[in-house]
C-alpha cells in the first residue's frame, strides 16, 4: 500500500505565489498557482498511489477519489510533520510533496512509491530542489517525520538538514531526481518549458507572468 500526499495553499490573491509580484498582480500570481496545483493533481491521479490525500491550509473539497485535510501547526516544518501524522496508517508508506513542480509525472512519483514498497528498499526518499529545499518526501514509517518540525524551511540548506535528521535515525535514504520549483517569475518561466506537452502551467505562465529582462 502506498499513499501520496500533495500538501498545498488554496490559490487565492495575495496568499500565494506572492514572491512572483512583481512582475505579477496577486491575481495573476493566484492562477499560476491554480495551475500548478491542478497540474500536480493531474500527475498523482494516473499515478499507482493507492491512496491519494489532499491536505490544504483552509478547507477545500478533494476531488473525487481523493481524501482531504486540513493543515494545522505554525512554521511549514510543523504543518509538515503533522500531515505526515494526519494521514498515516500504519504498514503504509507515504510520499508527501507540494505543489510547486508543476512539470512533475506520474513517471517519477512510481519511481518512488515503488523505492518506498521494495522489500529491503530505503526506509526514506528525498527530492531535493534546486534552491537546496525539497520537492518530495516519502517515508516508510511516516511517524519518522517528526524530525520536521526542528527543520527550519525555505532555506538554502533545508534538504541538506532534511536529509542529516533522517540519517541521524539510522534511516536509509535515496535521493530523488532534483527538480526546480517555482517561487520567481524566471522559476515559473524555466519550469513550464520542462512541463509534458499538455499541461496547464505554460499556457498560464505565457498568458499570466511577463518575461523579466535582466539588468
Known sequence: MSRVVV???????GRVKTRLCPP???EQAAWVACAALADTLDAV?????AERVLVTDV???????????????GPLGERIANAFADTRTPGTATLLIGMDTPQLT??????????????GGPDA?????EDGGWWALGLREPEHATVLGDIPTSTSTTGLC???????????????????????????HAVAALCPPGRRFP???????????AG
Open 7 to 13: 500538501l498545498a495553499k488554496v490559490p487565492v490573491p
Open 24 to 26: 505579477c498582480t496577486p
Open 45 to 49: 491521479r494516473v499515478s499507482v498511489a
Open 59 to 73: 478547507p477545500l473539497a478533494a476531488p473525487p477519489g481523493w481524501r482531504s485535510g486540513v493543515q494545522r501547526g
Open 106 to 119: 506520474a513517471g517519477l512519483l512510481d519511481a518512488a512509491l515503488r523505492l518506498l514498497s521494495e522489500p
Open 125 to 129: 526518499v528525498l527530492g531535493p530542489a
Open 162 to 188: 532534511t536529509r542529516t535528521a533522517l540519517l541521524a535515525r539510522g534511516l536509509r535514504v535515496t535521493e530523488l531526481p532534483v527538480l526546480r520549483d517555482v517561487d520567481t517569475a524566471p522559476d515559473a
Open 203 to 213: 499556457r498560464v505562465v505565457a498568458a499570466e507572468v511577463p518575461a523579466v529582462v
